[in-house]
């Protein structure tokens, strides 16, 4: 049986790896791989549950987290017996290492994740000016009216000819009004 973390190839450099979990245990085995001084990069998005008592935060990637390292280090502070680990992602018994322009990636992506929450639709105010981002309604002044069922949709009226029109959107798509 091939030993992979005494492999030369991989045991001298600090690489990010892939680490699969146990559901819903992302975030015990990221605190437990912090005390044990690992590096460890756990992409997670705020959430606004109904439930004052849940979490405010959800795993970006549901089962997974990143740790970085040389193999050896990481199977000398136990990495494989932490409680909710069940290992690195590997192909044909190989960890497999992800490039440092990936993890930028993800760190991208998750940033511009959260900057959509930051227009959190509960924040604006009824009679709000606002514009949809949609090219079908470009142009159409509209007013934020109400949320509809907390982070997932709003109604906005809209001035078309004249009338007032009530129209329920992705809050997602609603933009703070540029004057």
């Given at each position: ?84 680990v ?6 044909d ?39 949809i ?12 009216e109400?949320c509809?069922n ?23 798509k ?6």
């Amino acid at each position: 049986m091939h030993n992979y973390w005494d492999n030369e190839e991989f045991s001298d450099y600090a690489l990010w790896y892939a680490l699969r979990c146990k559901p819903n245990f992302e975030f015990i085995v990221d605190s437990q791989l912090q005390q044990k001084n690992i590096e460890t990069y756990f992409p997670k998005l705020r959430v606004r549950p109904v439930n004052p008592r849940s979490k405010t935060q959800k795993p970006f990637f549901p089962g997974y987290l990143f740790v970085q390292g040389s193999l050896a280090d990481l199977y000398q502070q136990k990495l494989g017996l932490t409680r909710g680990v069940i290992g690195l992602v590997n192909f044909d018994g190989l960890p497999a290492p992800i490039p440092e322009g990936v993890i930028e990636v993800v760190r991208k992506q998750v940033r511009q994740e959260e900057a959509k929450l930051d227009c959190d639709p509960a924040s604006f105010k009824r009679g709000e000016r606002v514009w949809i981002d949609d090219p079908a309604l470009r142009g159409i002044q509209a007013r934020f009216e109400q949320c509809v069922n907390g982070e997932d949709r709003v109604i906005v009226l809209l001035s078309l000819l004249g009338r007032t029109v009530r129209l329920q959107t992705e809050a997602s798509k609603l933009k703070r009004r540029a004057y």
